[in-house]
């Protein structure tokens, strides 16, 4: 009996197989509460692939890079913010030199140490493509998109803006008006132009228009975003095409085309009224714009004016509605009809005060004493005023010194 009990665990631990680590760690805990016999079914086991974000990588190798003092741009140099100013143009020279380099954000772009920070600006030499600094930058090495808002007077990289744009359309902007429209000179004129410009410009991000003058070798682009406006500028100054040539990347003017003009009024209008659409409540919106299925029927009933099988357009219901609204607070802004303190008396009570006439002046009128006397019981006396001596006051004094 002794030799059976000692084999007797052994079978036990044959039917429960030994968990791998590996496996149980995606499987749920109730699964090994169950009973052996539905262990042995096939169990699904799901597997969570989590991509890590990729480091952004260096541009530009950092042994080549020589701190040597800006170029002169300007007549004066700015020892407090290292650069030169006082210039209004860009040297016609310097303007005709390539790029050095050119940003890939397909293999360029990723964190840094500005993705912890809210709020940061993104990098001036990652756009130009000579960052070598990598995920140890302080700024942003990825495109803008319609979630980074910054203040009106810096651009999306952290420059201030001025009053006014410079004579050459060049420089950080004005922040006096959003401008998102890129003027590209020296263009390389092609058969396929047209092409071209927009398939190197929407590498920056969504292009909302792009125009191209063939004759001239001038496009002009819009972005449907400021920010990704501002990146293009930097990325695309004295870049090249699928030529050989050097473009010239300015801030386009103000389109004196009345088209032109309402397109971006009514582009300011929606904008306008998409911030108040997320400003206020969905089920107002619907209403509003129509899309309630009670306002709907609401306005099929009310609306009618008592017509049958009429349905009046929207025209005519916003005016009916914006005239009852207005009926509506006229009313509110009049005073509501109070119960005086002191109401006017029977026309019984106040016969015998009437018939004196005016002959009964006092401090109170006629209706006041008979209010009066309607609330006491008629327990209020009057005392008739002293007469007064008729005719103008005579003697009462002259200009003589002698009185």
């Given at each position: 009996?002794?030799?059976?009990?000692?084999?007797?665990?052994?079978?036990?631990t044959?039917?429960?197989?030994?968990?791998?680590?590996?496996?149980?760690?995606?499987?749920?805990?109730?699964?090994?509460?169950?009973?052996?016999?539905?262990?042995?079914?096939?169990?699904?086991?799901?597997?969570?692939?989590?991509?890590?974000?990729?480091?952004?990588?260096p541009?530009?190798?950092?042994?080549?890079?020589?701190?040597?003092?800006p170029?002169?741009?300007?007549?004066?140099?700015?020892?407090w913010?290292?650069?030169?100013?006082?210039?209004?143009?860009?040297d016609?020279?310097?303007?005709?030199?390539?790029?050095?380099?050119?940003?890939?954000?397909?293999?360029?772009?990723?964190?840094?140490?500005?993705?912890?920070?809210?709020?940061?600006?993104?990098?001036?030499?990652?756009?130009?493509?000579?960052?070598?600094?990598?995920?140890?930058?302080?700024?942003?090495?990825?495109?803008?998109?319609?979630?980074?808002?910054?203040?009106?007077?810096?651009?999306?990289?952290?420059?201030?803006?001025?009053?006014?744009?410079?004579?050459?359309?060049?420089?950080?902007?004005?922040?006096?008006?959003?401008?998102?429209?890129?003027?590209?000179?020296?263009?390389?004129?092609?058969?396929?132009?047209?092409?071209?410009?927009?398939?190197?410009?929407?590498?920056?991000?969504?292009?909302?228009?792009?125009?191209?003058?063939?004759?001239?070798?001038?496009?002009?682009?819009?972005?449907?975003?400021?920010?990704?406006?501002?990146?293009?500028?930097?990325?695309?100054?004295?870049?090249?095409?699928?030529?050989?040539?050097?473009?010239?990347?300015?801030?386009?003017?103000?389109?004196?085309n009345?088209?032109?003009?309402?397109?971006?009024?009514?582009?300011?209008?929606?904008?306008?009224?998409?911030?108040?659409?997320?400003?206020?409540?969905?089920?107002?919106?619907?209403?509003?714009?129509?899309?309630?299925?009670?306002?709907?029927?609401?306005?099929?009933?009310?609306?009618?004016?008592?017509?049958?099988?009429?349905?009046?357009?929207?025209?005519?219901?916003?005016?009916?509605?914006?005239?009852?609204?207005?009926?509506?607070?006229?009313?509110?802004?009049?005073?509501?009809?109070?119960?005086?303190?002191?109401?006017?008396?029977?026309?019984?009570?106040?016969a015998?005060?009437?018939?004196?006439?005016?002959?009964s002046?006092?401090i109170?009128?006629?209706?006041?004493?008979?209010?009066?006397?309607?609330?006491?019981?008629?327990?209020?006396?009057?005392?008739?005023?002293?007469?007064?001596?008729?005719?103008?006051?005579?003697?009462?004094?002259?200009?003589?010194?002698?009185?």
């Open positions: 009996m002794a030799d059976t009990a000692v084999a007797d665990p052994p079978q036990t044959e039917s429960t197989p030994t968990p791998n680590p590996d496996e149980t760690a995606l499987v749920p805990q109730q699964q090994s509460e169950e009973a052996p016999a539905e262990t042995d079914a096939p169990q699904k086991k799901t597997k969570i692939i989590r991509r890590k974000k990729r480091p952004a990588r541009q530009v190798d950092p042994a080549t890079i020589k701190s040597e003092p170029a002169q741009t300007g007549t004066i140099f700015n020892i913010y290292n650069k030169w100013s006082g210039g209004d143009r860009e016609k020279y310097l303007s005709k030199h390539a790029a050095p380099s050119r940003c890939n954000v397909a293999k360029d772009s990723g964190y840094t140490r500005a993705d912890k920070v809210p709020g940061s600006y993104f990098c001036l030499f990652f756009a130009r493509g000579v960052c070598p600094r990598g995920h140890e930058c302080e700024y942003l090495h990825r495109l803008p998109t319609i979630h980074d808002i910054f203040s009106p007077n810096v651009d999306s990289f952290g420059r201030e803006k001025f009053s006014d744009y410079r004579d050459d359309m060049g420089g950080v902007g004005s922040f006096m008006r959003q401008n998102r429209t890129l003027y590209i000179g020296r263009i390389h004129v092609s058969d396929d132009i047209e092409e071209v410009v927009a398939r190197h410009f929407a590498e920056w991000g969504e292009v909302e228009r792009t125009r191209v003058l063939t004759a001239r070798g001038v496009a002009f682009v819009t972005y449907t975003n400021l920010a990704n406006a501002e990146f293009a500028k930097e990325a695309m100054a004295h870049q090249s095409l699928d030529h050989s040539e050097i473009l010239n990347v300015r801030w386009a003017t103000v389109d004196p009345p088209l032109a003009q309402k397109r971006e009024a009514r582009r300011l209008e929606e904008q306008a009224a998409e911030a108040v659409r997320r400003a206020l409540p969905a089920e107002f919106v619907a209403e509003l714009e129509g899309r309630d299925p009670e306002a709907r029927k609401k306005k099929k009933i009310e609306g009618s004016f008592g017509l049958q099988g009429y349905e009046p357009p929207d025209e005519v219901w916003y005016t009916r509605t914006k005239q009852l609204e207005d009926a509506r607070g006229q009313e509110q802004l009049e005073a509501p009809d109070q119960r005086l303190m002191i109401e006017p008396g029977s026309s019984s009570s106040a015998p005060v009437a018939a004196q006439g005016p002959s002046a006092g109170f009128s006629s209706s006041t004493v008979a209010a009066l006397r309607g609330m006491s019981g008629g327990n209020v006396t009057t005392q008739a005023a002293p007469q007064s001596s008729g005719g103008p006051l005579v003697a009462y004094g002259s200009d003589d010194d002698s009185d």
